[in-house]
């Protein structure tokens, strides 16, 4: 039986933990939900009474699945009978794959396309719409239980991006090519469609945890409640998130209630809650609390509680001004405060404003390493082959790192398996052996990888062109990455290409972060230094509850922080019409006695 003590977990924490039903459990920032999800994980694996049963966890991110997993097995828990990953992932490996043959679409086999493969088709099909300047931007969705979403534009534009996206996946289907939304979507046909699936992976699995519930869209919650629904009653359900961080809404993400999600899953869940915030201080968490629209409690009790925070808003900068002045801001949390680097952290709302803030900085503070947008040489596809076989060759061999590294040697060989390829003759620790050993002198990134994966897999006697997902993947990987960098460099990151940025994608964080309210989501830092924060940009122009919006987002932005925090509303920034956008409404209406920077 899995114990622990006192000091790991607190009354509420544990008490969920113990819960023996199904569980709804609402968390407020910084009240250790990871920890309890943990926890909880563990004690349902050791309880298993069979070999066949596994426990399942759905996360929002990989980063939070490999977090998890690793706490796991650092505290002696058997990980086997333990399936962790997003909810794409688990429909990709649970459901279409070994089902796919009840599927018109997906009988014959089929691929799944990245997102560049996405981008690069859109681009072409608007190139051809002679009549609209519609992009592959306009054309953003996502499915229902009811059919497509489109969310990137309105209006006159919103049918030319409809008939785009028919001929897209038009596409899709002649080629027996799958993208993300397409995953989640043939999966809801399949359970819906053909039951015994739902059955048969309802006896499986004897629980089920979601985390982040309230980022999780309504054709995610009816794949899950009907698993749960077909265990009759065998499978509990630990359900955790904060409704207040709902911030997903325009991609389909909503937080769900109990009582809706108990009658879908036929199950009746314990509502409990987490509401001791350990991260910030209590002065930070009085200030984000004016944002918290459902009203639930949060209490500072962490060792920060005390700190001295400074909570600056700035409404006075120039636009052209934003790069000296968080320059400023990052000079004094690091000189004055004594804050490192890698604890600051730098968000705006859209991704467009960070590239060339990214550059700028790094000009006024050649001294400060940045993690930022443009920092990064290849995208994060988890489910292509040849990225996770990066991830063991980019890591360094060390003690800390091996159980990790093992385990990605472990869905190496998986992967190469479900190709087709022969590995009778292939360990995991032969595997790693093999990578460590290699070490090319090639700086340039996609060059030494090449090498790399050519000595590795030629090692073992395996050549990757005679295997058709492999080489598709290969393609994929390369074409995807040279493209990016190649749009990079033309902005200005001109070292992106080098093997020691390639390493960056998989290290820790090592310098300044710079990101997005959506991409920060999760973290936290010793300081926060958000812009942007005006209107028609948070909330988002084309949010139908303004208001609602803007609480959640400035609720993330600011709970993200743990001793300072500075919020900016610069000024000369237009929107499409040539309308200067002011500060956003729900901020400037905030009463709060903020501070003043020498």
Known sequence: MFVWTEAELNKSQSDAVLEPGSVFLAACPGSGKTRTLTYKIAQQLSELKSDKQRVLAITYT??????????????????????????????????????????????????????????????????????????????????????????????????????????????????????????????????????????????????????????????????????????????????????????????????????????????????????????????????????????????????????????????????????????????????????????????????????????????ALPGVEFDGPGMVPFARDIDNFWYKLSRIILTEASPQLYVRRLRWAGEILDALSDAGVPISHISRKALLRASNSIKPTETDGLAYLTLVFDELLGGFGIDYEQFDTLREHQEAFFKSSQVKIERLAKEGAKSLSEIDMFRRVFSGRTGVTISTIHGVKGAEFDAVIAYGLLDGMVPHFSDPDQADAANKLLYVICSRARKNLHLLSETGRSDGRGQTRDPTEVLVLCSFTYDDLP
């Open 62 to 363: 990989h980063r939070a699945a490999e977090e998890i997993h690793e706490r796991i097995e650092l505290m002696g828990v058997d990980t086997s009978q333990l399936w962790i990953g997003t909810i794409h992932s688990f429909c990709l490996e649970w459901i279409l794959k070994p089902y796919g043959m009840y599927h018109e679409s997906l009988q014959y086999g089929f691929r799944v396309i990245n997102g560049h493969d996405t981008e690069q088709l859109l681009q072409t099909l608007c190139a051809a719409v002679k009549t609209s300047k519609v992009n592959e931007f306009h054309c953003a969705h996502y499915f229902t239980s009811k059919g497509r979403v489109i969310t990137g534009c309105s209006g006159s534009l919103r049918q030319v991006a409809s008939e785009v996206l028919d001929q897209y996946f038009a596409l899709l289907k002649a080629n027996r090519q799958v993208d993300f939304e397409l995953i989640l979507y043939y999966a809801y046909q399949l359970v819906s469609s053909t039951p015994s699936i739902c059955v048969l992976l309802g006896s499986i699995f004897s629980a089920v945890l979601i985390d982040e519930y309230q980022d999780t869209k309504e054709i995610q919650y009816f794949i899950l409640s009907s698993i749960l629904k077909a265990s009759a009653g065998k499978a509990i359900a630990f359900v955790v998130g904060d409704p207040n961080q709902a911030i997903f809404g325009s991609l389909g993400g909503f937080a769900i209630t109990p009582a809706d999600f108990g009658e879908m899953s036929g199950i009746e869940f314990k509502e409990m809650e987490l509401s001791k915030n350990y991260r910030s201080s209590a002065r930070l968490v009085e200030y984000f609390g004016n944002y918290n629209i459902y009203t639930t409690k949060i209490e500072a009790d962490g060792k920060l509680k005390d700190y001295a925070s400074v909570l600056t808003f700035n409404t006075e900068t120039d636009k052209d001004d934003l790069p000296d002045e968080i320059a400023r801001l990052i000079r004094y949390n690091m000189v004055s405060i004594g804050i490192p680097a890698h604890e600051i952290c730098i968000v705006a709302p859209w991704w467009v404003h960070l590239a060339s803030m990214t550059r700028k900085l790094v000009a």
